[in-house]
T-cell receptor
C-alpha cells in the first residue's frame, strides 16, 4: 500500500534561513506528488506538483525516485511562509490523495 | 478564481442522528472527493466520485456513509447514524480531469462535532 512520511512535526527556522521540509513516499507505481499548504484557518491550497517542476513563492521540490523523496526547499524563509505543509501522493484510477502527517513550519524573526 | 464551497462551516449533531454535509465543486470539474481530518491527525481519503458513481472508497467509508450528486451542482456526504468518532473536519475536493498529475482543489471544510 502507498504511504507518505513527513518525519518532522514542527520545523522552526529564522527569517532568511534556508528551509527543507522532508517527504518520503512508498508506492510501487509511478508517483504523482504534490505539496499542499494550509495557512492559519484557511483551506488546503496547492503549492507545487512534481510534474510542473516550477517554483512557487520561492519553493521548489524535486522528485528523487532513487531515494523515494520529494523534499520541499526554499533558500530564504519569509515570515509569511509560516503554515502547515502537507506532502501528498496521488494513486489509483480515481487519483485519491494519500497525505503525510504534515509539518508545521514556523519562521521566527 | 473559482472555488469549492462547503456548507455549513460547523455542524453540531447529537450521536445517532443523521447529518448531511454539502459541497459545491468547481463547475467544470468531473471528479469529486471527500476527505476527513480528525483533530491532531492527518488528512484521510474517504471516497471519490465520477460519472455519478463511486470510483474508490476507503475502509473508513462504511455502510453508514453515502455520497450523492442530487442536481448538477451539489455533492453531498451523508452519515446515517453518527458516532462520537465521526467528529472531524470534512473536506470536499474536486478535479477537472481524471489525470494523476492534475491537482485537486479543496473547500474550506466543515467541522463536524458529535455530542
Amino acid at each position: 500500500a502507498q504511504r507518505v512520511t513527513q518525519p518532522e512535526k514542527l520545523l522552526s527556522v529564522f527569517k532568511g534561513a534556508p528551509v527543507e521540509l522532508k517527504c518520503n513516499y512508498s508506492y510501487s507505481g509511478s508517483p504523482e506528488l504534490f505539496w499542499y499548504v494550509q495557512y492559519s484557518r484557511q483551506r488546503l491550497q496547492l503549492l507545487l506538483r512534481h510534474i510542473s517542476r516550477e517554483s512557487i513563492k520561492g519553493f521548489t521540490a524535486d522528485l528523487n525516485k532513487g531515494e523515494t523523496s520529494f523534499h520541499l526547499k526554499k533558500p530564504f524563509a519569509q515570515e509569511e511562509d509560516s503554515a502547515m505543509y502537507y506532502c501528498a501522493l496521488a494513486t489509483g484510477g480515481g487519483n485519491k490523495l494519500t497525505f503525510g502527517t504534515g509539518t508545521q513550519l514556523k519562521v521566527e524573526l | 478564481e473559482p472555488e469549492v464551497t462547503q456548507t455549513p462551516s460547523h455542524q453540531v449533531t447529537q450521536m445517532g442522528q443523521e447529518v448531511i454535509l454539502r459541497c459545491v465543486p468547481i463547475s467544470n470539474h468531473l471528479y469529486f472527493y471527500w476527505y476527513r481530518q480528525i483533530l491532531g491527525q492527518k488528512v484521510e481519503f474517504l471516497v471519490s466520485f465520477y460519472n455519478n458513481e463511486i470510483s474508490e472508497k476507503s475502509e473508513i467509508f462504511d455502510d453508514q456513509f453515502s455520497v450523492e450528486r442530487p442536481d448538477g451542482s451539489n455533492f453531498t456526504l451523508k452519515i446515517r447514524s453518527t458516532k462520537l468518532e465521526d467528529s472531524a473536519m470534512y473536506f470536499c475536493a474536486s478535479k477537472a480531469e481524471p489525470v494523476g498529475n492534475q491537482p485537486q482543489h479543496f473547500g474550506d471544510g466543515t467541522r463536524l462535532s458529535i455530542l
